[in-house]
């Protein structure tokens, strides 16, 4: 992808829409006068004469336990250095968001024109009634430490600055499993640190901490080694300077190094460096985008060694986002006075020991691995992994508490992670996890509506994102065209005219009319047929010249699946095709079938529905409950539909004991789970609410997911379209961009799925054989 195209999509994102990337919502009704009145005048008068009886309850009645600033000068921005505190609010913007999603703490960011230190700690110390923490971003060296040393010495909250400690929390676990596995004591390692900022000072600082010995680290800058005759350097770098005469470049002090650190610049390490450094050496390269020695060239270069980057293409990326928002949650949620080092070790050993435990499946499954396990490449967590939120914040708190900071207690450990995993949800974190499964294996899928600005830049974006490999189908004149007026990067990408391939259409019609030919099509339909990029598309799906295809965003979803029935048809496993959307609610996702294919299923066909359904939720990592819906609860009202499903649920219940499903039951009961539970106690969803709702016809199932998407501000991934032989996937007629490549990511997770199926299948048949041998 070019910068031009690049620099858009950036500047698109942030500018659609409402401007920017974070919005402030209500928590509370606001839909009555009697609301409005609770809220402000006269209500508020209530809680605020309480705050003044006592500040604590501020924590009670406001947001403020639950609020975080993220505040910067903008002096030292991601790699744009001083570009000002306007130019770096987007990038404070971004660190809320990520707040958000990974730990559900609410944040204001706040960008400060000043570069004056007494200004700035001055303006931030007015702020404390309003945080509950804060978190310092982007601000050079050495005024961010004179900064945050000061904040937290005068404030009575969690201040932390991420660029400092973030690194230096999830870097110091990465060293300690790396120490481990390569039988290193921490305490007689010698550690080469590339780089003298925030960053490289606070590592440094936290590896002290941990055992290695001050003698064993020697620190370069831009201007050469750290050492006692420097006089450009502030107290805090000059804390780092060595006594050793021996050692006038960073090439000889890593020889028989056994570690090397990097927070410097791309490509300023030497493979024969490398090869001077110990037996089993430990390298950090972490400068980004380019790390200080590519990864390739390494591992290369020395077989033994373990090595880590800033970057997520790689095993082992050392990246802030698996401390900070974990870090602040514990702190918030004891109301500690300060973030202090005690948790800060607490951080680096839970994240250092959950990589040791048994990586869930959901995590596996992310990145399509078999079985990610504590080793070479696997010394530290994938961000995707929701048990951080547990496991991070649980040991931060702790520390908190026995290191006396904590003003609140938890004495219910087991209620307390309960409910940060509730913070955590599974409306995003499922499409991520998706997402990053799809790029573990990109797969061929063929765009059959390829003259259109919007799968073409949907095609752009799955094959910059590394998602799927497109195949453009349609008029190539045409399709140029459209790439050349939106400027738009598919070079190299396949284009496929479908009316100028004699021999395929041949191929592809032959086959066609050998499979309908009983059923209403000539030899010449079958040519006909073939014109059509639908047919044509799914013919090369058919003959395995792609793996998916994508369509329907500028035709009716009939005559978009009728294609596709017809010349792949039903899976032979499978009774019947359906249509299911995954729905992204607030509470998570909801799946919701059959929304598109079946227009009055009777019982028997709902039945097979329901497991078509289930099979694919599980597919996601998500353990189906199922609710089938009426507009009865167990036998209230008689009636066509409910009997109909009353006779669905009870085969289930008989035949197939292992689903979890229930019903007939209206829509509000399979949700409500408080609701089912005080009203029917006995049904088989009354411990938790169901995931995944069947609707008895197409009608009911179509406009409660389209009700949703409008009303309830829900995103839809869909249609999931279900049972069929190979994939093939048919988007919204209209669909977003956004849309269409979620719709290509599923496609392509799909054909994994089928791929895996197709493996173990194979492999249970010649074990099989192997045994009766």
């Not at 390494?298 to 990246?319: C, E, F, H, W």
């Amino acid at each position: 992808m070019s910068n031009k195209n690049r620099k858009q999509d950036a500047l698109d994102y942030h500018s659609q829409g409402r401007p920017g990337k974070i919005q402030v919502v209500p928590t509370k009704p606001t839909n009555s006068q009697r609301d409005l009145t609770l809220a402000y005048s006269p209500g508020v008068a209530e809680p605020c004469l309480r705050i003044a009886e006592n500040k604590e309850d501020v924590y009670k009645y406001t947001a403020k336990g639950n609020l975080v600033a993220v505040i910067s000068n903008g002096t030292a921005v991601l790699g744009l250095g001083d570009i000002g505190p306007e130019a770096g609010k987007p990038v404070m913007e971004g660190k809320g968001l990520l707040f958000k999603i990974f730990a559900d703490i609410d944040v204001f960011d706040l960008e400060l024109d000043t570069k004056n230190v007494d200004d700035f700690v001055k303006i931030v110390k007015a702020l404390e009634p309003t945080f509950g923490g804060v978190n310092l971003e982007d601000i050079k060296a050495p005024e961010c430490f004179e900064i945050e040393r000061r904040l937290k010495q005068e404030m009575n909250i969690p201040v932390m600055h991420d660029d400092q400690h973030g690194t230096a929390i999830i870097s110091g676990a990465a060293l300690l499993n790396a120490c481990e596995i390569q039988k290193k004591k921490i305490d007689k390692i010698k550690v080469v640190v590339s780089g003298a900022g925030a960053a490289a000072v606070s590592c440094s600082k936290m590896y002290l901490s941990l055992g290695v010995k001050r003698e064993n680290l020697v620190m370069f800058d831009i201007n050469g080694l750290i050492d006692i005759h420097r006089t450009d350097l502030d107290e805090m770098r000059m804390s780092f300077a060595t006594f050793r005469t021996d050692i006038k470049t960073i090439g000889d002090a890593m020889k028989g190094a056994d570690v090397f650190i990097g927070l410097s610049a791309g490509n300023v390490i030497q493979p024969e460096m490398l090869v001077g450094m110990a037996k089993n050496p430990i390298v950090f390269a972490m400068a980004n985008p380019n790390p200080e020695i590519a990864y390739e060239l390494a591992v290369k270069t020395r077989k033994d060694l373990i090595m880590a980057t800033g970057r997520s293409d790689y095993p082992n990326q050392v990246n802030n986002v698996l401390g900070f928002p974990y870090i602040f949650r514990g702190a918030l949620d004891v109301r500690a006075t300060s973030i202090n080092e005690a948790m800060k070790i607490a951080a680096v050993k839970a994240i250092a020991e959950l990589a040791k435990k048994s990586v869930p499946e959901a995590v596996n499954l992310a990145y399509n691995a078999r079985n990610l396990k504590f080793g070479r490449d696997y010394i530290i967590p994938k961000p995707v992994d929701f048990r951080l939120i547990t496991e991070v914040s649980i040991a931060v708190a702790k520390a908190a508490i026995e290191s006396g900071v904590a003003r609140k207690a938890i004495t219910d450990w087991d209620a307390y992670s309960e409910e940060l995993r509730k913070r955590l949800g599974l409306d995003d974190a499922i499409m991520r996890a998706i997402t990053n499964k799809a790029k573990s294996d990109p797969k061929c899928v063929v765009f059959a509506e390829a003259d259109n600005y919007k799968i073409l830049k949907a095609a752009q974006i799955v094959r910059d994102e590394k998602i799927a490999i497109p195949i453009l189908l349609g008029n190539k004149d045409k399709i140029q065209a459209i790439i050349d007026s939106h400027a738009l990067e598919l070079e190299g990408v396949e284009i496929i005219d479908q009316m100028q391939e004699p021999e395929k259409t041949k191929k592809y019609a032959n086959a066609l009319y050998q499979k309908r030919q009983r059923k209403g099509i000539s030899e010449r339909d079958a040519i006909k047929l073939l014109r059509d990029r639908n047919y044509f598309g799914a013919s090369m799906v058919e003959f395995g010249e792609a793996d998916a295809m994508i369509s329907g965003l500028t035709k009716d979803y009939g005559s978009t699946i009728k294609p596709a029935l017809h010349v792949i048809g039903a899976d032979p496993a499978v009774k019947r095709v359906a249509g299911m959307y995954m729905m992204m609610t607030k509470k998570g996702p909801v799946f919701f079938g059959d929304t598109t294919v079946n227009v009055d299923p009777t019982a028997e066909e709902l039945v097979d529905i329901t497991l078509l359904v289930a099979k694919s939720v599980k597919q996601f990592n998500i353990k189906p409950r199922v609710a089938v819906l009426s507009y009865s609860n167990f036998g209230s009202n008689d009636g066509v539909v409910p009997e109909k499903v009353r006779k669905a649920v009870s085969i289930l219940h008989k035949e197939h004991p292992d689903v979890v499903v229930d019903g007939e039951m209206q829509g509000n009961f399979a949700i409500n789970n408080e609701l089912l539970k005080d009203n029917f106690p006995f049904s088989t969803l009354a411990n938790a609410p169901a995931n995944t709702l069947i609707f008895p016809n197409l009608e009911s199932g179509n406009i409660a997911y389209k009700l949703l998407q409008e009303l309830g501000g829900a995103e839809a991934v869909g249609p999931i379209l279900l049972g069929l032989n190979k994939p093939v996937h048919i988007v919204q007629l209209g669909s977003s961009v956004r849309e269409i490549v979620n719709m290509v990511t599923i496609a392509v997770v799909d054909v994994q799925a089928k791929e895996e199926l197709a493996a173990s299948q194979k492999k249970g048949i010649f074990g099989k054989t192997s045994v009766k041998k």
